[in-house]
């Protein structure tokens, strides 16, 4: 897939996608002469469903609380 189409899946800019990629946390390969980069999809994927552990056991972790009434 594109950066572009990354950025559309998961409604985000390219700037985040390309910094994403960058910093290595979303596998990516760079082809061709111009060195432009591509995302399996099946490791956008498995990105994706890191993300949903990772925020579950942030939720866990931060539970909401109830507030007293004003």
């Known amino acids: 897939m594109l950066l572009s189409d990354v950025a559309a899946e998961l409604n985000v800019s390219d700037s985040q996608v390309y910094h994403l990629v960058r910093n290595g946390e979303l596998p990516a390969i ?11 999809r099946a490791k956008l994927e498995q990105y994706i469903e890191q993300k949903y552990r990772e925020t579950a056991a942030w939720v866990e972790q931060n539970p909401l609380t109830d507030r007293e009434p004003d």
Do not use: L, M, T
């Open 30 to 40: 760079k082809i061709g002469g111009r060195g432009q980069w591509r995302v399996e």
